[in-house]
């Protein structure tokens, strides 16, 4: 999810110690390593529960957990948790810019997690930047018509008839078994159906980039804008009182401890030697390996296979985990001498004006002069650092070609800060959402010892991550430890 109307600029190495490398008395790669080194015997660690990824579902996860009287780890590869919680702090204005995560769903469980970490919230209705471009035709969009009364029977006919008949879009993907057609219909059509078209190019905003938002199954589009969303969308949004989105983390961080380990490689996983639970070598920088023996496994990362390759993954795991693919998203902050504006990227003859794919969703001032948030939307998962960049600097050209922006923008931008935000959107085609996908990914949940949370089972939105581990993960790990 990403707010690119809300302007919220209020007041490292990725740890990757890579598998491969070879660490004293390990050799080979991939699941064909082993110990070779019998003499050496790595530190071990006993917990409940071991939790592979320190993002918004990990460390979420890591608090319940240890509320509930679970002793947990959390292995982290980076050198710091919170996932897509990424900010820049402007070293001359010393102002700071969320460029991952910047809002929140206005919920009770919202409000109850950062109460719990004592990190004070705000609230905010979204803003509007003022000019609207192509970005990639260089074409001014006028102010949208008033659409005040499409909209409002639009979100009139969607409660009453979509979120009504599917009570589970905010939590996880529990797609009913025969899996019901229409949520494998293209979106545009599906919104027809149920007349409310009007909302689409809000839940495109909203989700930005949530792929085409004509074509992607409906599932996917309705998951675009649940209860919590809406509720927010029309009313005010949760942020951090302190303007950084990463006090959450830096307060989940205190709260954890030792109990987090940062810069942290996964050598080995083995999930099916003993029943009663799993042991997993692990490296963090510049430390020797350790042992970590845990009575149960919650992974947290997104679960492609590139993502996955060390576990021991069964053969079903396989099939299921090789249907996803993802979309690419690329953000940070750049800077151009002499702009100061903010623009949204409005695509002028798109269906429901949807920006042109590859493309930013727009150029959002932070506050600090010359210096604009960037957020480029990419069909594939696979985008480079000078391919984000690329982007930028295209679409300055184009704008500056009409003027918008000073003659030598696309030369003159630097990039102080950038983050590669791919795979986002992890999801499998329609042809799987038909054929079951969904019952057979909930059914892996609690097998061998494991279980799995993040955007990837219920939708790109802290919420959505939030509320599947307080409905389905907490309750079945606390279940399976004994600790009801
Ligand atoms: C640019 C952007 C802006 C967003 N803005 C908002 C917003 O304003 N509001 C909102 O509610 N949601 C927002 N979202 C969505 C939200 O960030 C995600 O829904 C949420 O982060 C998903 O949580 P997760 O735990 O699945 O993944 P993540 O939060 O990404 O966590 C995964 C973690 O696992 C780690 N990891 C990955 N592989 C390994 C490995 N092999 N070993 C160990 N660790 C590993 C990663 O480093 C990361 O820390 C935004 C997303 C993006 C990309």
């Known amino acids: 999810m990403r707010f690119s109307q809300l302007v919220v600029a209020l007041p490292s190495l ?4 890579n598998a491969n490398q070879n ?42 957990l240890k509320d509930a009287g679970a002793s947990v780890m959390v292995i982290e590869k980076k050198d710091q948790i919170g996932g897509h919680t990424e900010t820049y702090t402007n070293p001359t204005t010393g102002v700071v810019t969320n460029v991952g995560v910047i809002v929140f769903e206005n919920t009770d469980l919202v409000k109850r997690y950062f109460a719990r970490l004592r990190v004070p919230i705000i609230t905010n209705a979204l803003e509007t930047p003022s000019s609207r471009y192509d970005f990639a035709l260089g074409i001014p969009i006028p102010p949208p018509d008033d659409q005040q009364e499409a909209i409002q029977a639009a979100v009139q006919a969607y409660t009453e008839n979509v979120l009504s008949k599917y009570g589970w879009i905010d939590q996880g993907f529990l797609v009913p078994d025969p899996v019901p057609e229409e949520l494998y219909l293209p979106f545009a059509q599906f919104a027809e159906n149920y007349n409310f078209s009007a909302l689409l190019p809000l839940i495109a905003e909203l989700n930005w980039y949530t792929g085409n938002i004509t074509t992607l199954p409906a599932l996917y589009g309705i998951k675009g804008l649940g209860p919590g969303l809406l509720g927010s969308a ?22 954890l401890g030792s109990s987090v380990l940062l810069s942290t490689t ?23 390996p350790k042992t970590i023996r ?28 090789s249907k996803f693919f993802s979309l690419g998203y ?27 794919i590859p493309g930013n969703n727009g150029f959002i001032a932070t506050g600090s002069p010359g210096e604009f948030l ?30 918008a922006v000073p003659a030598d923008a696309a030369n003159s931008v630097t990039f102080p800060y950038t983050s590669d935000h791919t795979p986002y959107h992890v999801r499998v085609t329609a042809e799987d959402i038909k054929a079951g996908f969904y019952a057979k990914l909930l059914a892996l949940q609690g097998s061998r010892n494991t279980y799995w949370t993040g955007a990837a089972f219920t939708g790109h939105n802290s919420a959505l991550v939030w509320n599947w581990n307080e409905g389905t993960i907490v309750p079945g790990l606390k279940k399976d430890l004994g600790l009801e």
């Open 374 to 403: 960037i957020g480029g939307g990419f069909d594939r998962g696979d985008v480079t650092d000078e391919e984000g960049k690329e982007l930028v600097r295209e679409n300055l050209a184009t704008l500056a070609a009409v003027g």
């Open 330 to 356: 690329y953000a940070g902050v750049a800077h151009v001498p002499g702009f100061d504006g903010s623009f949204t990227n409005v695509g002028a003859f798109t269906p429901f004006n949807q920006p042109i």
């Open 234 to 255: 029309f009313g005010e949004f949760i942020l951090s009182g302190t303007g950084n989105s990463r006090s959450l983390y830096d307060a989940a961080l205190k709260e």
């Open 23 to 64: 660490w004293e008395g390990w050799a080979g790669s991939g699941n064909q390593t082993k110990w070779s080194n019998p003499s050496y015997s790595p530190d071990v660690v006993d917990i409940d529960v071991a939790i592979i990824g320190g993002g918004s579902g990990g460390i979420h996860a890591a608090i319940q």
């Open 294 to 321: 845990a009575r149960k496994l919650l992974v947290a990362i997104p679960p492609i296979l590139k993502n996955i390759w060390s576990f021991d993954l069964s053969r079903q795991e396989q099939v299921i985990f």
């Open 14 to 17: 990725i740890g990757s110690a």
């Open 266 to 288: 996964i050598l080995n996983i083995d999930r099916h030697s003993n029943s009663t639970g799993v042991t997993l070598l692990v490296a963090q920088r510049g430390s020797a």
